[in-house]
């Protein structure tokens, strides 16, 4: 299937993982990480893996809240006090990007942030009213080259109007770099910091960063994208597609400033498999994995088939009977330049497909790829 993309001109690669049981039992790389140089997908090329960064933020949120350190309703205001004063946006003032709000009715709460709930948007890829009061007010949505430092931006952000009022619709949002500045504060570390010491290296994760060290440029994959009949770098004047490996390295994005490799990912994936633990290494104790696996928006999200939780889109009785999603239980997400995983606690199988492209309307390998890992299992 994935040869016959490539063939296509739907794909120019990608890396392919399954685990099942703990095991890696499907590990190929196909086709070219970047066309223009003839260099071909190697197992482990390190992609940027953009949104898959949340489930990684999400889950050191929740470390710290197995530790007390607060509850899930508490206003986030409490911690970063910017957020005290939230209001609801009225209307755009067209001439100077201004705008007239309505002072919030609740306050912003950690798990409105959590599960995208909270009214905060997510600038570029929001409507044209928010992109440009985010601009205006300078906010970094995700990934920057420039000397910016996390504390600041989310400061800046909690004096932006939201979308709506807290926990009342579902709006993906940049909520979940707010969390990674709460887990900053909380810890007392760089959220690269963290993640390093609490998350990647009981796992084993040795290839997973913000910004890559120089002895592993060359295994980060280009960004490509279709001209024509030809596959070509991708670029975009809104920023630079090299922020893994460029300019100041100083913006930790909680939402999706991370690269990664497939086996990477695979093994944070298995520890949830695990209810928490690695190789001998606890992360989270199975309780509180059952907490994150949870509804915790009820029928607000307009996602028939499936609930979200605290870290992960979540697939229901629903959607495991329509079929080519998993078992009642799988939990899933992706990354903006095209990557996807999913993991299924039903069958103990894990699927991770990693691209790196833009703007590839024609790619159907997401759902093929999902489907004929499903139809392979056989006991």
Same mark, same amino acid.
């Given at each position: 299937m994935l040869n016959e993309s490539i063939d296509l001109g739907q794909i120019p690669g990608a890396v392919a993982l399954v685990a099942r049981k703990g095991k890696i039992v499907f590990f190929k790389a196909y086709g070219m990480a970047d066309a223009s140089s003839g260099r071909a997908f190697q197992r482990d090329d390190i992609f940027r893996i953009a949104s898959q960064t949340k489930a990684i933020t999400s889950t050191a949120v929740m470390m710290l809240w197995e530790e007390g350190k607060f509850r899930l309703d508490d206003p986030i205001s409490r911690y970063i006090p910017e957020f005290e004063n939230a209001v609801i946006l009225d209307s755009l003032i067209e001439e100077d990007s201004s705008f007239i709000a309505t002072p919030a009715s609740k306050p912003i709460t950690i798990r409105h942030l959590i599960t995208h709930t909270s009214g905060i948007g997510y600038g570029f890829i929001?409507?044209? *009213?928010?992109?440009?009061?985010?601009?205006?007010? +300078?906010?970094?949505?995700?990934? @920057?080259? /420039? !000397?910016?430092?996390?504390?600041?931006n989310i400061r800046k952000l909690a004096l932006l109007p939201l979308h709506h009022q807290p926990g009342e619709s579902f709006t993906y949002s940049e909520g979940i770099d707010v969390l990674g500045y709460l887990v900053e504060i909380l810890s007392g570390m760089p959220l690269d910091a963290f993640f390093q010491e609490r998350i990647f290296t009981p796992l084993g994760m040795e290839d997973s960063y913000f910004y890559l060290p120089e002895s592993k440029y060359e295994r980060l994959v =280009?960004?490509?994208?279709?001209?024509?009949?030809?596959?070509?770098?991708? @670029? @975009? !004047? #809104?920023? $630079?597609?090299? #922020?893994?490996?460029? +300019?100041?390295?100083? #913006?930790?994005?909680?939402g999706g400033g991370l690269s990664s490799t497939a086996k990477d990912y695979a093994s944070f994936l *298995?520890?949830?498999?695990?209810? +928490? /633990?690695?190789?001998?290494?606890?992360?989270?104790?199975?309780?509180?994995?059952q907490v994150i696996m949870a509804n915790h928006i009820g029928d607000i999200w307009e996602n028939s088939g499936a609930h979200h939780g605290l870290a992960f889109q979540v697939i229901d009785q629903l959607g495991q009977d329509a079929g080519g999603r998993g078992s009642a239980?799988?939990? /899933?997400?992706? +990354?903006?330049?095209? @990557? *996807?995983?999913?993991? $299924? =606690?039903? /069958?103990q199988l894990i699927g991770i497909l990693m691209k790196q492209t833009q703007n590839t309307p024609n790619d159907q390998t997401a759902w093929k790829f999902r489907q004929l890992v499903g139809q392979s299992i056989d006991d």
């Amino acid at each position: 299937m994935l040869n016959e993309s490539i063939d296509l001109g739907q794909i120019p690669g990608a890396v392919a993982l399954v685990a099942r049981k703990g095991k890696i039992v499907f590990f190929k790389a196909y086709g070219m990480a970047d066309a223009s140089s003839g260099r071909a997908f190697q197992r482990d090329d390190i992609f940027r893996i953009a949104s898959q960064t949340k489930a990684i933020t999400s889950t050191a949120v929740m470390m710290l809240w197995e530790e007390g350190k607060f509850r899930l309703d508490d206003p986030i205001s409490r911690y970063i006090p910017e957020f005290e004063n939230a209001v609801i946006l009225d209307s755009l003032i067209e001439e100077d990007s201004s705008f007239i709000a309505t002072p919030a009715s609740k306050p912003i709460t950690i798990r409105h942030l959590i599960t995208h709930t909270s009214g905060i948007g997510y600038g570029f890829i929001d409507n044209d *009213q928010f992109r440009k009061i985010y601009a205006k007010a +300078g906010i970094n949505d995700a990934w @920057t080259t /420039e !000397p910016l430092v996390l504390g600041d931006n989310i400061r800046k952000l909690a004096l932006l109007p939201l979308h709506h009022q807290p926990g009342e619709s579902f709006t993906y949002s940049e909520g979940i770099d707010v969390l990674g500045y709460l887990v900053e504060i909380l810890s007392g570390m760089p959220l690269d910091a963290f993640f390093q010491e609490r998350i990647f290296t009981p796992l084993g994760m040795e290839d997973s960063y913000f910004y890559l060290p120089e002895s592993k440029y060359e295994r980060l994959v =280009p960004v490509q994208t279709r001209e024509k009949d030809r596959w070509i770098r991708f @670029t @975009t !004047p #809104y920023y $630079d597609v090299d #922020y893994p490996i460029k +300019g100041a390295r100083t #913006y930790f994005s909680g939402g999706g400033g991370l690269s990664s490799t497939a086996k990477d990912y695979a093994s944070f994936l *298995q520890m949830y498999l695990n209810l +928490g /633990e690695l190789n001998g290494r606890r992360l989270l104790s199975r309780t509180t994995v059952q907490v994150i696996m949870a509804n915790h928006i009820g029928d607000i999200w307009e996602n028939s088939g499936a609930h979200h939780g605290l870290a992960f889109q979540v697939i229901d009785q629903l959607g495991q009977d329509a079929g080519g999603r998993g078992s009642a239980g799988t939990f /899933e997400w992706g +990354g903006y330049f095209n @990557t *996807q995983y999913f993991a $299924d =606690p039903g /069958e103990q199988l894990i699927g991770i497909l990693m691209k790196q492209t833009q703007n590839t309307p024609n790619d159907q390998t997401a759902w093929k790829f999902r489907q004929l890992v499903g139809q392979s299992i056989d006991d």
